[in-house]
C-alpha cells in the first residue's frame, strides 16, 4: 500500500488517460518527483524550475493546502490521499 495520487484530467494525457496512482515515498516533494519519472513530462507540467511548484498547481495531502503545511517537505505515509488540482481560470 502506498498513497494514492489523485490525477486530474489534464494530467491524464501524461498518464495514459490513469486517474490514480499509488507510490511510496516521505516526503510530497519526493512523491512528484516520482511521479515525475514515471511519466514524461510531467514535471514540466508541475513545475517552475526543479524544486519550486508552478504556481497554477496546487497539492493536498488529505483535503490540507501544502502551501499551510510544509509545502514540499510535508511528510506523508501509507494511505494518504494526494491531490493534484491544477488552477482553472476563466472569464
Known amino acids: 500500500m502506498g498513497v494514492k495520487v489523485r490525477i486530474p484530467t ?21 512523491l512528484l518527483d516520482q511521479l515525475s519519472a514515471k511519466f514524461e513530462g510531467m514535471d514540466k507540467r508541475l513545475f517552475k524550475v526543479p524544486g519550486e511548484l508552478n504556481r497554477f498547481v496546487n497539492i493536498y495531502v488529505n483535503d490540507e493546502d501544502i502551501r499551510f503545511l510544509d509545502n514540499l517537505t510535508t511528510a506523508i505515509k501509507d494511505g494518504d490521499d494526494v491531490s493534484i488540482v491544477p488552477a482553472i481560470a476563466g472569464g
Open 10 to 30: 489534464p494530467l491524464r494525457s501524461l498518464t495514459n488517460g490513469v486517474d490514480l496512482v499509488e507510490i511510496s515515498a516521505p516526503t510530497v516533494g519526493a
